[in-house]
């Protein structure tokens, strides 16, 4: 085989290579970043539940604690928004 053409595959085999490892990196730091807020969503949301089981007679009490559920749930979404590519979201 020609040695112009068999250095021509092995750059292209190694861009390649290269392309799919910087996919990689932006998969696992996006998947990092979910697993952040996916962790706040789910202590805030436990939070409000022990709340509301604590005090049912006056739920109003757990208010702070809901707007910190609507604000992990909307930081959760923004992130799925923004790497939605990246970890293969519809």
């Known amino acids: 085989m020609n040695p112009r053409i068999t250095f021509l595959l092995i750059i292209g085999i190694l861009l390649l290579l290269a ?3 910087v996919r990689n990196i932006g998969r696992v730091r996006a998947a990092e970043e979910m697993a952040t807020y996916t962790k706040q969503f789910a202590s805030a949301n436990e939070a409000f539940v022990q709340c509301v089981i604590s005090s049912q007679d006056d739920i109003t009490q757990c208010d702070e604690r809901q707007r910190k559920v609507d604000e992990a749930r909307r930081k959760l979404q923004e992130t799925m928004e923004k790497h ?3 970890l293969n979201l519809p």
Do not use: I
């Open 19 to 21: 392309v799919s490892a």
């Open 84 to 86: 939605k590519r990246d």
